[in-house]
């Protein structure tokens, strides 16, 4: 019987887990968990207050928004929109991102110094900003929103894993593999990639957390899906106009945002900290 990985012992780590997992079966398993359709309209139940309020009715656990809609339903099948654009921009700027660090930590010189120069222009620019100016050109839609992440995000996987991959080039290992014969991509895919790879796992969990708040801000000024899909910042866009009078419509999406933010931010930590050799060293010291 194999031992446990030192990783998955971390608390942080299963905590972090045990959240996307319930992410992860609410996004698909939506139309069997909401209790109705998120798209259908009560007219006579208008920002109905949740079931265990007063006047609250039990076909509308969270209650209703100003059209009628369930709000639970809404908040269930919202995390498909959010866990998609979170994964796929993840990946899609830890691709871009990682090969462009490995490509300027390993060979340096004049293209370590054009790539990082590109990054710190990219990176004078306020990232939501960015976003916005993008969705701006590319239009609505959630591929564009996937899209705008990675051309904004790619950056910071770039910067940081530029640094490692400088400190992992010096070692004793990559020059052997250099004067054994390697070729500049084997060296870097056999020598290097593999220590650089906890850390791009670290990072990319914590960009999920990251996209996910920057959809929410996206569809929060109607830049994301549309109206017919529901989206966790469409749900706080909605909520402002009766947030005296139903403030739960506000609460819920806000506090799904933090869930899953702290879901990704808590597994990112536990995993730098069990991943990290030099963390472990030290807190062994």
């Not at 109905?48 to 009715?57: C, E, K, L, M, Y």
């Not at 490995?102 to 306020?126: C, K, M, N, Q, T």
């Not at 050109?137 to 929103?145: A, K, Q, S």
């Not at 895919?189 to 220590?195: A, K, S, V, Y």
């Amino acid at each position: 019987m194999r031992p446990i990985p030192l990783w998955l012992k971390s608390g942080r780590v299963q905590t972090g887990l045990v959240i996307i997992a319930i992410l992860a079966i609410c996004a698909l398993f939506a139309p069997w968990l909401a209790p109705n359709d998120p798209n259908e309209q009560d007219l006579l139940a208008i920002l109905a207050p949740p079931a265990w309020a007063d006047g609250g009715d039990a076909l509308y656990p969270l209650g209703t928004d100003s059209l009628g809609r369930c709000v639970l339903s809404r908040l269930i099948f919202s995390a498909r929109v959010a866990l998609t654009v979170a994964f796929s921009a993840s990946v899609g700027a830890m691709i871009i991102g990682a090969f462009f660090a490995h490509v300027a930590g390993y060979f340096g010189g004049w293209v370590d110094w054009l790539i990082s120069r590109i990054v710190e222009i990219w990176l004078s620019f306020p990232p939501v900003i960015l976003s916005l100016i993008l969705m701006v050109g590319l239009g609505t839609g959630l591929r564009n929103v996937v899209l705008a992440i990675i051309l904004v995000d790619w950056t910071r996987f770039c910067r940081v894993l530029r640094s490692e991959v400088i400190v992992l080039r010096r070692r004793d290992y990559v020059s052997a593999a250099q004067l054994v014969g390697f070729s500049h991509w084997r060296t870097i895919t056999r020598e290097i990639l593999p220590g650089t790879m906890p850390l791009l796992i670290t990072l990319m969990s914590l960009e999920m957390g990251v996209a996910i708040i920057v959809e929410a801000i996206l569809s929060f000024v109607g830049m994301s899906v549309g109206s017919e899909t529901p989206a966790w910042g469409q749900m706080i866009a909605d909520a402002r106009q009766n947030i005296y009078e139903a403030p739960f419509n506000m609460i819920a999406p806000i506090l799904a945002i933090f869930f899953a933010v702290f879901g990704f931010n808590i597994l990112g930590d536990g995993l730098r900290r069990t991943l990290d050799t030099r963390l472990t060293q030290t807190e062994r010291t």
